[in-house]
């Protein structure tokens, strides 16, 4: 058997999409900024509501021909992501060998919206409209458009753990390196909206009216987005690490998480350990923060538990993006990137959490980022985001500098 | 390897699910056929005590069609989805309920990959047992026979079916050998999935299983 190599990895090369913007530079400056005008209504997503959502506005690269039959909305935003790194790609892929380059993209959607706009196009006699539609909303199409562009012929998988895919994707890449089966893999996580995940959460009556509010006493649901995140995880030892992975289920409820905590707090630690960190060297935490009643009440307790009096300064990116799902866990760990990669002076400008302020009494009180707020941040800095989901699927991640 | 379970409709059916008697009833009740499969094949395969502790993969290559084409259908009709199957129709449904009947918090993955998708799960297995080589590993790989419409234009319609495999590394090794090669298929791709595939291949005590994928292929070798 391989020996399991318990390293950091180097997330060498970043590609990112949301409705901040089509590329690293847009998407930063939107973050930096705080931007609050990137959630547009839409009133043709949900049947009788005009509600916000995160939507990417940027143009989209088309899927290549070999593989039209994964030509979906979830596959073009994540080459969009790809184009941004295709570089570093080909470059690993030349000095490592095709075989040893590998994909693993979070998606939850797949080619849901493509196969939605073909049920409703049925001729008379209840046929789709064109062939090999179960193919086109294979979950698995994302990472085998992705292995296509790269050229990358070793192991490539989608994994669908809900919103924590694309925090799991990245837990996954690493174990692929670690396990010996890659040298270098391509992992993140890619959603598009559609109408089954908007009028899913509708019925649960998980969607806000407007602006998702996380951890406010009046927030009332999460704010739908999409986009994609893909980062290159190698063994190189330079540019920013993934520095430890920690994963839990619930096993509490099929949609509900547990209302303490539990397994976002083990995951959380996990993490830690596996980082070899203790709770006070985390400079900053970028938080599911769903804005859902039930996901910021469990995660603000797990959150004072695992921090205690060393709590860091916190912040929930879905009020500017939306929440992207299966991307979500890839996304907020490309924002993480994003600042620390940004950092000046000693200084990390950290991505703001926007809310209107009104904390909840019943919640343990974290420090929430505001506009323009800052932390010290000499070398090394690591940071952490967190991500659960559906199934009570929970996967944390500590990424910055190599240590 | 500790054990190898297998589940397919009885009489050559297409579609259905076994049982699942020990699940609670209100639980049963909300499970479709691939969850019930899955369900069936993961406790036949281990004991409750192996269940709780194990870590596990997941993988399907299109998850909950009938939860899925009964979601498409109603957003076709502009009817309100229920809130049940939307909840039961996210890839790592089978995989939540399992963890909440199980009582297993270990790490859960849920994994898809077109026809590499039971291949793709043996990769993950294998690095969760290298990383932690005293704890099993469950795998369950299985799918739903496809409803109308998608029925029409499918290249694989296999029959509804569940695998289930609880994989060890003490004694040190893996339960076999996997390799990935490049290599164009030496025959038609058959419509086999590959997880029952290599359920009859365990069974025969054969020391070979190629899973042909071209341009590459799966090598699988005791």
């Given at each position: 058997m391989t020996e399991f190599r318990r390293e950091s990895y180097a997330l060498e090369a970043l590609g990112v999409v949301c409705a901040l913007g089509g590329d690293r530079d847009a998407v930063w400056r939107g973050l930096a900024a705080g931007r609050d005008d990137a959630l547009a209504l839409r009133g043709d997503l949900v049947a009788g509501a005009s509600l916000r959502f995160g939507v990417v506005t940027s143009a989209l690269p088309e899927v290549p021909r070999a593989v039209a039959r994964h030509d979906t909305r979830a596959s073009r935003l994540a080459l969009a992501a790809f184009a941004q790194i295709e570089a570093a790609v080909s470059e690993a892929v030349t000095r490592c060998g095709a075989a040893r380059v590998g994909v693993v993209v979070g998606t939850s959607t797949g080619g849901i919206g493509e196969t939605e706009a073909a049920f409703r196009a049925r001729g008379a006699d209840g046929a789709?409209?064109?062939?090999r539609n179960l193919e086109r909303m294979e979950f698995g199409g994302v990472a085998e458009v992705v292995a296509h562009a790269a050229g990358a012929a070793g192991p490539r998988f989608a994994m669908s753990t809900a919103c924590s895919s694309g925090a799991k994707a990245l837990a996954s890449a690493k174990q692929l390196i670690a396990g010996g089966w890659c040298d270098a893999v391509i992992a993140g996580g890619a959603d598009a909206l559609c109408g089954m995940t908007a009028n899913g959460f509708r019925t649960l009556q998980a969607l806000a009216a407007d602006r998702t509010n996380p951890m406010s006493a009046n927030r009332d649901g999460l704010t739908l987005g999409e986009g994609a995140a893909l980062f290159l995880v190698?063994?190189?030892?330079?540019?920013?690490?993934?520095?430890g992975t920690g994963e839990a289920m619930d096993a509490h409820h099929i949609s509900a998480p547990q209302p303490e905590g539990l397994g976002a707090e083990t995951a959380m630690r996990s993490a830690l350990a596996d980082a070899r960190l203790a709770p006070a060297q985390i400079a900053y935490l970028n938080l599911h923060g769903t804005g859902t009643p039930l996901n910021d009440a469990m995660e603000s307790r797990a959150v004072a538990r695992v921090f205690g009096a060393a709590l860091p300064p916190c912040s929930s990116t879905k009020p500017l993006v939306g929440h992207t799902l299966a991307a979500a866990g890839a996304l907020e760990a490309a924002f993480c990137w994003l600042a620390l990669t940004q950092r000046e002076a000693g200084r990390m400008l950290l991505p703001p959490h926007l809310w209107d302020g009104a904390r909840d009494p019943a919640l343990p009180a974290l420090p929430l980022v505001a506009r323009g707020e800052s932390c010290a941040a000499p070398r090394p800095t690591v940071v952490m985001s967190t991500s659960f989901g559906f199934g009570g699927s929970n996967c944390a991640l500590i990424l910055g500098d190599a240590r | 390897m500790r054990n190898v379970v297998a589940w397919t409709p009885a009489d050559g059916a297409t579609a259905g699910a076994p049982e699942?008697?020990?699940?609670?009833p209100l639980v049963r009740r909300r499970c479709d056929d691939l969850t019930r499969a899955m369900l069936h094949v993961a406790n036949e395969c281990a004991s409750a005590e192996q269940l709780a502790a194990c870590a596990c993969v997941f993988a399907s290559r299109h998850a909950s069609l009938s939860a899925l084409v009964e979601l498409l259908e109603a957003l076709a009709a502009g009817r309100a989805l229920s809130p049940n199957t939307f909840s039961h129709s996210v890839h790592n449904a089978p995989a939540g309920v399992f963890s909440v009947w199980a009582k297993n918090r270990s790490a859960c993955s849920s994994i898809a990959a077109g026809r590499e998708s039971f291949a793709s799960a043996l990769v993950e297995a294998f690095c969760l047992l290298a990383r932690e080589p005293e704890r099993d590993v469950l795998l369950v790989c299985g799918d739903e026979f496809p409803l109308a419409p998608l029925t029409s234009d499918t290249d694989a319609l296999a029959p509804t079916h569940a695998v289930a495999l609880l994989l060890g590394a003490s004694g040190g090794g893996t339960p076999f050998e996997l390799s990935l090669e490049a290599g164009d298929a030496a025959r038609e791709p058959g419509r086999t999935p590959d997880e029952l595939a290599f359920a009859a291949w365990w069974s025969t005590g054969e020391s070979e299983l190629i899973l042909d994928h071209s341009p590459r292929r799966w090598l699988l070798r005791r």
């Open positions: 789709l409209p064109r062939g190698t063994r190189e030892a330079s540019a920013l690490q993934l520095l | 699942v008697r020990f699940l609670p």
